[in-house]
């Protein structure tokens, strides 16, 4: 798209555009890092996850400051308009990603070091494909990609599902084991966490649809895995 | 809705208790194939589009696209500007307004217009208000006209700042005031159709303010279209745009979407400010 006449619109764009991402790429590298310090009980990576979520704060207040005063001295309008929209809701998803991650690295803190392996590797191996869905949908941001953010926002499924199987794993762990159940508690949370970080993923896939075609994704028409209760 | 509204003599307003959404989808006016030619340059090209009735439809675009000049069809003013050429057919009420059996002057007093600078006549508030019904034979007595002068200040919202002086002369008003004044004036003659051509261009803020509030209380009554070059009072006054380039028009729709998702990239280029 061709530039603004006024180049400082266009430049206060690509700012909010590369605040986002970079908000982005650290919660990104929250998620993994929570789920690899889960894995391998190392404390250390989890405080250090922790320690990152105020700068993923304050760059979520930057973006808000940034657009309330573009609104205010702009009135974007048409794609502007939609992608202020866009920025402006996944700040915020993107914040709530970042306390998500934390919750898992105060949880790991709080784990008994004797918690069976099994038990930590399957919330990591819940990471990978929730850290892919938020990697694939900044793609799509950066790339004004619509047909890759409408993928995003069909496939949550699979991360419920994994969700599911891990529900599942975590009780049949508990029953077994009933010193687990302290631990499994944990790890529900962990994986609940994880489960709505591919919701907000979900959302974000909305706004950067919406941000390029004008067009809203309807909730009713994705895909959704069967009820299992959980 | 008050209810002098309803009781009015109001062409339109047909029937009891007409239907502010039916109405919305009901053109009032429909324009097809319109070109306009000054001493033979063409300043419009086949335009075609409907006005609808109790509602805003504002026409927006760069300087020299046309948007006055067709605006200026709706009433035959072009007719007064030498050289000047207007083909297609306007229909209002089914009836073509170009054809030679309509007298401008009547067609005038049923499409009133709003100029760029308020413009009253040199004369007395009260006259500047009187001038229309007196010389189209609408009032029979003296108070019949004074309540027609009354209900115009104040369906345009100025009957509260003159009624104390309505002897002074109407250029003793703020410039905004002029402009509620000239658009008391338009109203006076009980028009279908308002015509507005950058109505707030020379006017500050308030003024501005004062006039879109006047604005969107007025088309609850008549079918106004507005020229105007601040794409937020676009957005904000109308239920219905159409862009214009070069002549062309080249998209028409609901505000709403023409300022969240235009269909045409010259729209989006212009509302957005990338117009090189």
């Not at chain 1, 979520?60 to 309330?68: A, H, S």
């Not at chain 1, 631990?183 to 966490?193: D, E, I, P, Q, S």
């Not at chain 2, 053109?27 to 063409?42: E, L, M, T």
């Not at chain 2, 217009?113 to 001038?131: C, E, G, L, R, T």
Request: aromatic residues 6%.
């Amino acid at each position: 798209m061709a530039d603004h006449i006024v180049s400082a619109f266009t430049d206060e764009l690509d700012k909010i555009a590369a605040d986002l991402m970079r908000m982005g790429g650290i919660v990104e590298t929250m998620i993994l890092d929570s789920c690899q310090a889960v894995d391998r009980n190392d404390k250390e990576l989890a405080k250090d996850v922790i320690s990152r979520d105020p700068s993923v704060d304050r760059l979520e207040e930057e973006v808000e400051r940034q657009i309330v005063s573009l609104i205010a001295r702009r009135q974007p309008m048409a794609h502007d308009l939609r992608s202020v929209f866009a920025a402006l809701k996944t700040a915020g998803e993107l914040e709530r990603i970042g306390d998500l991650s934390k919750n898992i690295g105060k949880r790991t803190l709080m784990l008994d070091d004797a918690v069976p392996s099994m038990m930590r590797h399957g919330v990591a191996r819940m990471a990978r494909p929730v850290s892919l869905q938020l990697h694939s949908v900044l793609d799509a941001y950066a790339t004004s990609n619509a047909e890759t953010a409408k993928m995003v926002w069909e496939s949550d499924d699979d991360i419920d599902q994994h969700y599911n199987s891990l529900f599942r794993e975590m009780i049949t762990y508990m029953i077994e084991d009933p010193r687990t159940i302290g631990a499994g508690a944990h790890m529900l949370f962990m994986a609940k966490n994880l489960e709505r970080i591919g919701d907000h993923c979900t959302n974000i896939a909305e706004f950067i649809y919406f941000q390029i075609t004008g067009e809203y994704l309807m909730p009713h028409e994705r895909p959704k895995a069967p009820n299992t209760g959980v | 809705m008050d209810t002098t509204a309803q009781t009015d003599h109001d062409p339109a307003l047909t029937g009891e208790g007409a239907d502010q959404a039916q109405a919305l989808v009901y053109p009032r006016i429909n324009c097809q194939d319109v070109n306009v030619f000054y001493s033979g340059k063409q300043a419009v090209f086949d335009v075609s589009l409907p006005v609808f009735d109790r509602s805003v439809t504002a026409l927006i675009g760069p300087s020299g696209c046309g948007k006055s000049t067709f605006l200026r069809c709706l009433n035959r003013m072009n007719d007064t500007i030498d050289g000047a050429k207007v083909t297609g057919d306007i229909f209002m009420d089914g009836e073509n307004i170009n054809s030679p059996d309509v007298d401008p002057v009547l067609l005038r007093s049923r499409v009133g217009m709003v100029f760029q600078k308020p413009n009253p006549f040199p004369k007395s508030i009260y006259d500047n208000i009187a001038y229309g019904p007196r010389i189209h034979g609408l009032v029979d007595d003296r108070q019949e006209l004074d309540a027609i002068v009354e209900k115009s200040l104040r369906r345009a919202g100025l009957w509260q700042e003159v009624k104390d002086r309505l002897t002074q002369p109407g250029t003793s008003l703020s410039g905004g005031q002029q402009q509620r004044l000239c658009i008391a004036r338009a109203i006076a003659v009980r028009p279908e159709v308002i015509l507005m051509d950058e109505p707030c261009s020379s006017l500050d803020p308030i003024a501005t303010a004062r006039i879109e509030e006047l604005i969107d209380e007025l088309r609850k009554r008549y079918c106004i279209v507005i020229v105007t070059h601040s794409m937020q009072q676009a957005a904000r006054v109308s239920q219905r745009t159409a862009f214009f380039h070069l002549g062309h028009l080249v998209e028409m729709g609901d505000t709403d979407q023409i300022f969240t998702s235009p269909r045409e990239r010259r729209t989006e280029d212009y509302i957005t400010g990338r117009f090189g």
